[in-house]
């Protein structure tokens, strides 16, 4: 099975800081997806990226910016978080019947 | 007019029950149909695949496509309490690489 795995569960950050989110994949997928997910808001598409060095805005790029330096990995930067960056991210793969997502990171910004 | 619908719920019902689950869309070019199961503070994993129109079966779950409506449905028989969780549609177009998701349905089973 593929595995799709975000380095941090929880994270607590100040306003302001520089905030880099992981996610790493364990097989050799092209697509790989940044998502915010809030209550009421569902799942929006921050960023995607379809090869090594490749990115694609999604519907709320703004505030974020990302980098996929090697294809197994693709991370997700706060440049200057805020505190309506708290939520939950998840990165998810495309696979065989659509996607499969890491376990998430829930980033609290104070 | 947003492309995939979904009632957020919550929904709550006995142990037991048989749950009905519903999105539709607006899209006629989806084609390849999902649901997505979430339990709290985790990701989402996928529970069903659907291609095209027709009915699936697994185990207490089986999902319906209706394209001709633009409707699709999971239904959940004897349902426990293990099944409480949040359930997400989605869809895409051939071809297409990333899916559209319905905003998700908030289910309670109680014992």
């Known amino acids: 099975d593929v595995k799709v795995t975000q380095s941090s569960r929880y994270l607590v950050k100040r306003t302001g800081e520089k905030v880099f989110l992981e996610c790493v994949q364990d097989m050799d997928h092209e697509n790989m997806f940044w998502y915010r997910q809030d209550p009421g808001l569902g799942l929006r598409l921050i960023y995607f990226s379809y090869d090594v060095k490749m990115k694609e805005k999604g519907d709320i790029p703004e505030g974020y910016s990302v980098s996929r330096e090697k294809k197994e990995r693709f991370s997700l930067i706060l440049e200057s978080a805020s505190t309506n960056q708290t939520s939950m991210y998840l990165c998810?793969?495309?696979?065989?019947?659509?996607?499969?997502f890491g376990s998430g990171t829930r980033l609290t910004v104070v | 007019q947003k492309e995939v619908e979904q009632d957020p719920g919550p929904l709550s019902v006995p142990e037991g029950a048989i749950v009905s689950l519903n999105c539709t869309y607006s899209n006629s070019a989806f084609q390849y149909f999902m649901w997505y199961r979430q339990y709290s503070r985790k990701g989402p994993e996928l529970l069903m695949y659907?291609?095209?129109?027709g009915n699936k079966e697994d185990g207490r779950f089986t999902a319906q496509v209706d394209k001709s409506s633009k409707y699709i449905s999971l239904f959940i028989r004897d349902s426990q309490p293990s099944d409480s969780a949040t359930y997400l549609c989605a869809m895409k177009g051939q071809g297409a690489q990333k899916l559209v998701f319905g905003q998700g349905t908030r289910l309670t089973i109680n014992p």
């Open positions: 659907t291609y095209s129109s």
């Open positions: 998810a793969i495309t696979s065989l019947y659509g996607y499969t």
